[in-house]
């Protein structure tokens, strides 16, 4: 294995991570779950990385929390007591993790167990990937480069008329370029915008660099109500009820993009649109997805002003300063930017995912408003999935 591991604590990961997970606990601990590695970037050679990549996974399974971890974990106001005892407990458990070669030739990764105790795998899998992968195709880049593309981002922010308005949270951790370069762009991010930014989705560094940790929930919750729901048609009302009842007014911002923002809306009805702080966009055009909350809000007497929209898409600073000039007026507006933030280094990063496709032995899928982005092989569940949800 190349130097050291490149996950060397269980915090090292983002927070939505373990707010589900205390969710997973206290409703659905028995849910059995399988997830599927893919990476979208074509060429890209990972098998012969599989060895290392296997290497970098067991020396993840031997982590544990520390007694300092475990003392700022329980200082999260939302964090229960038995959900910290848990974690004291925890470790993940390589017996879940299947490394083989797909059909296609291609690297395969499948985590296949109890949810409770594999879904902390996605995110730092998916960090080993992309570190494993740089190291062997880029090596050491370009420095100089990669601090000139860093300090243009914020050189932009802080010369822009909109400057004051803008709200950034540091989304970057599974398709980082290495776990040196995040903490680098965090500690130059607090420097040089320390008002723009809100904080970062990374619990360790957080901690260590003394930032807030950000983070509701991902797809995979949503996807999970699928199977776990009591029908089909209701499984979102169901799982923002669930976390409505896990976080009684906390952690308030939905993903509205599992089954497409049409569907989301049909579900988001005045009710939850009350409980709710906000929501977040991950796929399709984000200001057609906002003209669309802004209308819903309004259609049913909510002022826009009074909510928040989170864009989390593929995000750069002039994307997001597009959309700060066209809706900071009617709405409250943060920005979650990732790859382009940990990974703009003068190499292509790769693209890759990591997605819950079976629940308690049904298949589960996210039908994305952008093309291409669906995981899932079993052709007439989605079908099926489309039919329920009206989707065309």
């Known amino acids: 294995m190349n130097d050291k591991p490149i996950i060397r604590s269980l915090l090292d990961t983002d927070l939505y991570k373990l707010t589900m997970m205390q969710t997973v606990l206290h ?9 599927m590695f893919k990476c979208r970037t074509e060429g890209a050679e990972l098998m012969p990385l599989a060895v290392e990549i296997r290497d970098q996974i067991k020396a993840l399974c031997q982590l544990k929390f520390t007694e300092n971890e475990m003392h700022y974990l329980s200082g999260i106001y939302y964090f229960k007591p038995d959900f910290v005892q848990f974690l004291k407990l925890f470790r993940l458990n390589e017996n879940y993790v299947r490394i083989g070669q797909s059909e296609d030739g291609q690297l395969e990764i499948k985590v296949v167990g109890p949810w409770l105790h594999t879904i902390l795998f996605e995110v730092p899998i998916l960090a080993i990937v992309e570190e494993v992968f740089a190291r062997h195709h880029h090596g050491d880049v370009d420095e ?62 957080a901690r260590e660099l003394n930032m807030l940790p950000l983070g509701t929930m991902a797809h995979e919750y949503l996807q999970a109500f699928q199977a776990l729901g ?22 308030g911002i939905a993903l509205t993009d599992v089954v497409g923002v049409d569907a989301f809306i049909r579900d988001f009805d005045r009710y939850f649109a009350k409980l709710f702080d906000g929501v977040r966009h991950d796929s399709g055009c984000p200001f057609e997805w906002a003209r669309k909350m802004i209308t819903h809000y309004e259609a049913i007497g909510i002022v826009p002003k009074t909510k928040t929209l989170v864009f989390s898409d593929g995000l750069d600073v002039p994307l997001a300063f597009e959309l700060l000039e066209e809706f900071h007026e009617i709405t409250n507006l943060s920005f979650g930017i990732g790859t382009n933030l940990t990974n703009d280094v003068g190499v ?13 032995g049904q298949p589960v899928a996210k039908i994305s408003d952008s093309p291409g982005k669906t995981m899932c092989k079993d052709e007439a569940y989605l079908s099926y999935l489309k039919q329920v949800f009206r989707i065309a």
């Open 27 to 35: 409703h659905f601990p028995a849910a059995e779950v399988e997830y």
């Open 144 to 205: 100089k480069e990669a601090q000139r593309r860093l300090k243009a981002k914020t050189d932009m922010i802080n010369s822009h008329p909109l400057k004051d308005k803008l709200k950034i949270m540091e989304f970057g951790t599974r398709r980082r370029f290495s776990r040196a370069w995040q903490k680098r762009v965090l500690n130059h991010l607090g420097r040089s915008i320390p008002e723009n930014l809100v904080g970062t989705s990374n619990v360790y560094f």
């Open 230 to 251: 009591p029908r089909l048609v209701d499984s979102q009302k169901a799982a923002l009820e669930t976390w409505v009842q896990e976080y009684r007014g906390d952690l």
């Open 348 to 360: 292509k990063p790769l693209s890759i995912v990591m997605k819950m496709v079976r629940c308690n």
